[in-house]
């Protein structure tokens, strides 16, 4: 089943507001620690004589006639996770050559990405942050945002320093109030998307994190749990008009999505200011936070050279 961008938007739309809870952050945090084990296996992929692209972490499973040919033979080498406690920052420095993440991209410009199976009907995805920080965030298309562990926003050197942009979400422990942060790139094989919005919660502790709408919500996805692949489609059609790459109605989408999350938190902020609230301060962040990204976006229409009626 495909997902449009600008159904998604829409979703995302009623999904921001004050006290939305991520669906699948109960499964997140039912999560065993043999997780992180199963996540370090090698995964391989080939092309048969069809042309169509395989995916496994297992090795038995590809025909000894493919492993044997180089051109059709792949095999992604992961990195593996850091034995540092999740309260030392790690520095990352910048990488001299691309990192690489499992992915291909086809003739259609579609993006497929393997997808790593775990218990409960679950799938994992490689990713890459900011261009420099692999992860492995668990799929979850009724997540509105990215949600990222506190090791791996220590990674990006993301530090909450009390009175920041925050939301408060819905989880399995009640209500609780997680960091916002604006990730420059997100990489999912060769689909990239730019200022994709992730939170950042102090209770996942096996896994890195969602991957949630703020990302799949740039593209026209389908999820093949048989053959275990998410494809990621380029957001316009076939023949439809792009500015950079984006045709007009995610632009159009992207303001008014703005629009509304600018208005919802400025008056919950006031709300909040007259009452007291503790984290009244944080909203008003969480308002300038928005401010932010549609200024940016803003540059990006004008660079592109949006025609005003999608702005």
Do not use: C
């Not at 180089?70 to 540092?84: C, I, L, V």
């Not at 993006?111 to 199976?117: N, S």
């Not at 009175?163 to 979400?169: G, I, K, N």
Request: hydrophobic share 40%.
């Amino acid at each position: 089943m495909e997902v449009n961008p600008v159904k998604s938007m829409s979703a995302r739309l009623k999904l921001n507001r004050i006290g939305v809870g991520i669906a699948g952050l109960l499964v997140a945090l039912l999560i065993p620690s043999h997780f992180a084990s199963q996540g370090e296996a090698a995964i391989f992929s080939y092309k048969d004589e069809k042309g169509a692209i395989h995916f496994t972490d297992d090795l038995s499973k590809i025909p000894e006639a493919f492993r044997e040919n180089s051109k059709n033979f792949r095999k992604h080498k992961e990195e593996r996770r850091s034995t540092r406690p999740a309260s030392v920052p790690v520095p990352i420095p910048t990488p001299s050559v691309p990192i690489e993440i499992p992915g291909v991209i086809l003739n259609s410009g579609e993006v497929q990405v393997p997808l790593i199976p775990v218990s409960g009907g679950n799938f994992l995805v490689d990713v890459l942050l900011n261009g420099r920080v692999k992860a492995r965030l668990m799929l979850d298309t009724g997540a509105s945002f990215i949600t990222l562990s506190e090791e791996i926003g220590q990674k990006l050197g993301i530090f909450n320093n009390g009175v920041s942009a925050e939301m408060p979400f819905n989880t399995a422990g009640g209500e609780e109030w997680m960091p916002l942060v604006a990730l420059q790139t997100v990489n999912a094989g060769n689909a990239q998307s730019q200022l994709v919005e992730a939170s950042i919660a102090k209770h996942l502790k096996d896994i890195d994190g969602l991957l949630g709408m703020s990302f799949l919500g740039d593209y026209r996805f389908e999820i093949d749990r048989t053959n275990k692949r998410l494809t990621l489609k380029p957001p316009s059609q076939q023949g439809e008009m792009t500015w950079g790459g984006k045709p007009g109605n995610w632009w159009k989408g992207r303001f008014e999505y703005y629009d509304s999350s600018i208005r919802g938190f400025v008056r919950r902020a006031k709300q909040m200011q007259r009452k007291g609230h503790q984290k009244a301060s944080n909203m008003v962040k969480t308002a300038e936070f928005y401010k932010d990204l549609k200024q940016k976006l803003k540059n990006r229409a004008m660079i592109a050279g949006v025609p005003q009626n999608f702005r």
